[in-house]
Structure formats: C-alpha cells, structure tokens
C-alpha cells in the first residue's frame, strides 16, 4: 500500500517543521517547497533532526505556472499551505507584498487543484487577526471578521477564496483560524522570541535594555507543536469545514514578559523599556477564541497554556547549544 503524500508550502517556518515532523511519524511521505529550495537555509526542519527525510521542491507561490508544475509532479493527497508573509507588523510595512503573498497564493493553490482533478485535500492557514478587536469575547467560527492590519485584510481574503472554491468546485478544502502559537522555533521578528532572548540575555550578562511597544495587548497563546496537530485532524473529517484552533485563555503582553524574566529569577520593570515608536497604527486591544467546536469534532484540546509555553521557550534557550 502506497504510503500518503503531504505537500507543505511555507516548511521553512515554525509551523512548517512542526508539521513536517507530525506527519513524517505517521508515516507520511513529506515534500516542502520554498522558493529556492537551493538556497533556503530550513532552519526549523534541521533543529528537528528531519530536514534529510523531507524532499524539497522549489516553487514560487505567486507564479500559477510554478504551483501547477509542483502539484502536478509531487500529485499530494494533502496540501498544508503555510507560506506568505507572516508578520503582522512586517505588513504595515510591505502591505502590497504581503496582500499579494497570502491570497494570490492561496488562489494559485485552490485553481490548481481544480485544474488538476485530483482528490487533494486542502488545508489553508488563517488567522486570529481577521476577526480584529472583539472587545474582550471570545472568537468563533461564527464571530464576524473585522481586520485591523493588512496582514489581516489578506488572511480574510484567502478565507473567502477558499470559501468560495468549497462552494463552487466541491473541492476539500478548509481553513484553520489559529491563535497566537509560540515555540523556540519563531522568528527573532516576532516579540514573544525577542522577550525570551533578550531575557536570557539579561541574565547571562547582557546590560542591554529590552524595548517594547504596547504591552497591555492581550493575545490567547499556545504551543505551536500542538497546534500543527489540529491542522492534521482537520484533513481527516468526512467534510471539510473551518476551525478556529486556541486555549481559550487570554492574557497581557506584561504577563509574558513578567513570565519569561521569572524564569531567569529577574524583575521585568529592571530591564524594560516602552517605546511608542513601536506602537503598531492599527491594534487588537484582546484577543481570546473559542475552540470549543474543535474540541467536539476534533477531539482537540490545548495541552499547554501561556506560562508553560514561556517556560519552554526560556529552557530552550537556555540549553548550551542555544547560548
């Protein structure tokens, strides 16, 4: 019996290799694309010990040609779309790139597939950030999109796509509305990794001073390892339908601070310093999501909250091949 092939656009990030590895001990066979496979460092899936068992394919997702070839030569049961560009403060600034990335991307994906003909299953990857400020209550799948950031605009956008290719072509095809997820495996770009690192920093030596914008912002936090396990679920339902994927637990920026220098036996308010240069134009204020129906349909339920997740990401960190 021939085993099922997974096909993961955007392998080089968090989630990329966290899934690459979930589906490699199911027994999948796994190929990730990137846009020069030649040159990409795949950082995630060598930290993992698996980058040798993944078979790496170049494709630009922007460019429909270079999607159909890919799909058409790898023929996946299931693809992961994880690619685009994925900082939320980055897309202040590359809107146009980032717009184009996400939902040309996701649209290159879902004509290919129907162009095709195969029965692929499709799983796309969206976000928290289009259902924007919701004053505090908890998002679900029913809860109104409202975005708050270009990144955002183009997350609802790959939403609708895919919603419309459901409806029209009958294609399997789903969308993962996901919360904030965290791992040693993020970006420096993004804060929660800046705040574990510098924190290490600080109390290894380091008299630097960690600057940050807003840290009254709440955000519902999980870990990533877990998460990639919910998009897995999704493409093993009899149809395919939209989750939103979260703790259900909501907390402030200051908290994940005030947790990460813990960890290191430091107080925050020594060390921190807020910039409001770093102020984003647009903010979500709370952020907090409902993954009840994820958890009846899927079986799916968080594990580890925000505290254990700082936790983690300070004793990886904190490891002698880190420091």
Aim: glycine fraction near 8%; hydrophobic fraction near 40%.
């Amino acid at each position: 019996m021939n085993k099922k092939k997974a096909l993961i656009c955007g392998i080089s990030g968090q989630d990329g290799a966290y899934l690459a590895r979930l589906l490699l001990e199911k027994g999948y066979g796994v190929y990730g694309t990137s846009r020069d496979a030649q040159v990409s460092s795949f950082h995630g899936l060598a930290s993992l010990g698996i980058r040798d068992r993944v078979v790496l394919e170049s494709m630009a997702i922007n460019d429909f040609r270079s999607v159909l070839q890919t799909l058409s030569k790898v023929a996946p049961d299931e693809i992961y779309n994880l690619a685009g560009q994925s900082s939320v403060g980055l897309s202040f600034q590359q809107p146009v790139e980032t717009l184009e990335s996400i939902s040309v991307g996701v649209l290159n994906l879902l004509e290919a597939i129907r162009f095709i003909g195969l029965p692929i299953r499709f799983y796309n990857a969206g976000s928290s950030e289009c259902f924007g400020d919701t004053r505090g209550a908890p998002a679900d799948e029913t809860t109104p999109f409202h975005p708050r950031s270009p990144y955002a605009v183009a997350k609802a956008t790959a939403f609708w796509e895919l919603s419309n290719y459901r409806e029209a072509y009958g294609l399997f095809a789903l969308t993962g509305i996901l919360f904030n997820h965290e791992s040693p495996l993020r970006p420096n770009r993004f804060v929660t990794k800046k705040i574990v690192t510098a924190a290490c920093r600080i109390a290894s030596g380091s008299k630097e001073e960690l600057q940050l914008g807003n840290i009254s912002i709440t955000r519902d936090w999980g870990w990533a390892p877990e998460y990639v396990e919910a998009m897995w679920l999704m493409l093993q339902q009899e149809r395919p339908d939209d989750f939103v994927i979260a703790t259900g637990q909501s907390h402030a920026l200051a908290e994940f601070v005030a947790e990460a220098f813990s960890c290191v036996s430091l107080d925050w308010h020594d060390h921190v310093i807020i910039d409001p240069s770093l102020y984003r134009p647009t903010e979500i204020s709370i952020g907090r999501g409902n993954p009840a129906k994820a958890e009846q349909i899927l079986g799916w339920k968080a594990r580890h909250m925000m505290r254990d997740v700082v936790r983690m990401m300070v004793e990886h960190e904190l490891t002698p091949e880190n420091k």
